[in-house]
């Protein structure tokens, strides 16, 4: 490792496990090289998984407590795991990620000393659903050592687990039967009726078996190896998933030794140029800022045909949320100016020609191909691939997508003003940005996305006409009714109301995942000094905002989608702090996102108020994304 840059993590943060992927495939590992899952696209169930969890029960889905502890589960130190099994480490394994990404392992249990590199797979340029694990085991001794090996786990393979909280579009049940062969080379594990496959090879040879079994098949492959005094011995493991056994065969028969030390320089040299693209960032900081742009570079940018879908995440949710998209997408573009065109292309390609519209707008979630997850309006999740299209032509984007996309804007604009409020152009929304219902169903910071997307909008239909409408003048038709109906008085200040009803009933509260509110003097709205803003960010930043703050040492702005302080309230703190050039302030958001993240710097979605643990989502790729974007704003 004396020419890579190896970043040892610190066992004393909190652990999850560590990720590696190319796109075609995602996984995560404990520190004994172990899997907790491998994840890969699917063409009909959008995302599939090898994992050592049990599926999660159909019958539990509306059950929050359920889907939080199975959360909870995956990302323990004790997560179930497949995988090598050897002599137990003496002291815990020491783990390093190469150039900030690829996890590499280390430990020894008397003379037998193990390290254990993890990398994705690629072949003549192109990612593969593949991954290698070089093994290194050294006797240490002066005397021969017998090595008992295991491959041990319980595996279940098939569609991902999908688990939300608050789940709106339920996907039909499926078979969970899996049937598993070693043929004394290959292991191969099939879902039969859900058309997955898995291989794992590089394994000793053994007698073959077979196995069959529903939800978590249990399998053991036992070998003794001998080493002689001071000798290493070398092996790789390789996975590979596919739709059927044959494909996922030949897949790994037809990568070579060189192909596989090939694709470790390409991940490594991936890395290192997102490494140096982030240069310079203050120290502590760089693990948060590193995570935001390869978690979602490695893991969540999945091809799909000639488009990107870019999941949310590849553990927990591996769905596509068009606004965490939007926020990643940029981060990304931050941090590849170079390739920023095509990152954007792609994703709009997928957004408006793979994603589905049945009902004329973007659904609340998509499964990777496409597919409509939750069949649910949200105001916001319309914006932002509006947004992303008007800003793709000041990148220099390519003009023939533009005009071939313009007739899909008008179907999009049209969908978005048939909730338009009957006196005002003020549209309703059946959720807030949490994915939870509004009672009062007029969302403050999504009509301010609204009026800001109209406005970008206005440019691109002066070029590429699709609209007859004046956008300048709606946007500021909504802008004036914006004040003119969430203004209220709270606690002897006038603030903007979270949701108003248009009829005098109005919310007072504010959410972390409102990030518009926080932006809106940048985007014109109003001007940073405005009284009525700062009022707003005060009392979001208060005890005042009841079920939006909590209080703590490491207490901040929250969300009751998940009741605790979330990093994206911290994000929202940092940026409130620089436009009132309230340094203390800022520092102590700065604190807080420190306190909040993983041993390997990735931002969860909500930590404990007292101790910075974290409450919900070790895999979140918004808030590590939200922060770079926030730190780079001038």
Excluded at 31 to 54: E, I, K, Q
Excluded at 535 to 556: C, D, E, I, K, V
Aim: proline share 9%; with cysteine; charged share 20%.
């Amino acid at each position: 490792m004396s020419s890579l840059m190896a970043r040892r993590l610190d066992p004393r943060r909190s652990f999850k496990p560590l990720d590696l992927g190319n796109g075609a495939l995602a996984a995560s590992l404990l520190p004994d090289g172990r899997c907790v899952a491998l994840g890969a696209y699917h063409p009909t169930h959008g995302w599939v998984t090898l994992s050592a969890m049990p599926p999660f029960p159909d019958v539990q889905r509306h059950a929050p407590e359920a889907v939080r502890a199975y959360r909870a589960r995956l990302a323990a130190p004790d997560a179930p795991a497949m995988g090598l099994r050897l002599a137990a480490p003496e002291a815990a394994p020491q783990v390093w990620l190469l150039e900030g990404e690829l996890p590499h392992m280390r430990w020894h249990s008397a003379a037998l000393e193990v390290r254990v590199t993890s990398w994705p797979l690629w072949q003549d340029g192109q990612p593969l659903p593949a991954m290698t694990q070089r093994w290194l085991l050294r006797n240490r001794g002066d005397q021969p050592l017998v090595v008992e090996v295991r491959w041990a786990g319980a595996c279940a393979l098939g569609r991902a687990a999908y688990t939300q909280l608050t789940e709106r579009g339920a996907l039909p049940p499926l078979d969970d039967a899996v049937r598993a062969q070693w043929d004394g080379a290959l292991l191969e594990l099939e879902a039969p009726t859900q058309n997955v496959a898995a291989v794992v090879g590089g394994l000793p040879p053994a007698a073959p078996q077979r196995a069959e079994g529903r939800g978590c098949l249990p399998l053991e492959l036992t070998w003794r190896l001998e080493l002689p005094p001071r000798a290493t011995q070398c092996f790789d493991l390789s996975y590979a998933l596919a739709t059927t056994p044959v494909a996922a065969r030949d897949l790994l028969r037809a990568i070579t030794p060189a192909q596989r030390w090939r694709s470790l320089g390409i991940a490594l040299t991936a890395a290192r140029q997102r490494r140096r693209a982030l240069q310079p960032v203050p120290a502590p900081l760089r693990p948060l800022l590193q995570r935001a742009v390869a978690y979602p570079a490695t893991c969540c940018a999945v091809p799909v045909g000639a488009g990107l879908c870019l999941l949310t995440d590849h553990m927990i949710l591996p769905l596509s949320w068009t606004r965490d998209a939007f926020y990643v997408l940029q981060a990304l573009v931050r941090a590849a100016p170079t390739e920023a065109r095509d990152l954007v292309r792609r994703h709009l390609h997928w957004l408006f020609l793979i994603a589905q519209r049945p009902s004329g707008f973007w659904g609340r979630a998509y499964l990777a191909n496409g597919q409509p997850k939750d069949q649910v309006f949200q105001l916001d999740q319309q914006c932002y691939p509006l947004l992303e299209l008007a800003q793709y032509l000041a990148l220099g984007g390519d003009e023939a997508l533009v005009a071939q996309l313009r007739g899909q804007v008008a179907e999009v604009l049209a969908a978005i003003r048939a909730r338009e409020a009957p006196d005002a152009p003020l549209v309703g929304t059946d959720e807030t940005p949490a994915d939870d219902p509004l009672a009062l169903p007029y969302h403050f910071s999504s009509q301010v996305l609204w009026w800001y997307t109209c406005r970008q909008l206005d440019a691109l239909n002066r070029c590429w006409r699709f609209s007859a409408m004046d956008l300048a003048a709606h946007a500021e038709a909504i802008r004036r009714a914006i004040w003119q109906h969430f203004v209220i008085e709270h606690a002897s200040a006038r603030i903007f109301a979270y949701a108003s009803d248009l009829r005098g009933s109005a919310h007072a509260y504010h959410d972390a995942n409102d990030l518009p509110t926080v932006l809106a003097p940048g985007w014109g709205f109003c001007a940073f000094d405005d009284p009525v803003w700062q009022a707003t960010m005060r009392f979001a930043f208060s005890p005042a905002n009841q079920g939006g703050f909590y209080t703590g040492p490491l207490g901040g702005l929250g969300s009751i989608h998940t009741p605790a302080p979330w990093p994206l309230g911290d994000v929202q703190a940092l940026l409130f702090a620089r436009a009132t050039a309230d340094r203390p302030a800022l520092l102590a958001a700065l604190r807080r996102l420190l306190a909040s993240a993983t041993w390997d710097g990735a931002l969860p979605e909500a930590r404990d108020a007292h101790t910075g643990a974290v409450r919900s989502r070790h895999w979140f790729a918004w808030p590590a994304a939200a922060l770079l974007l926030a730190l780079a704003q001038r």
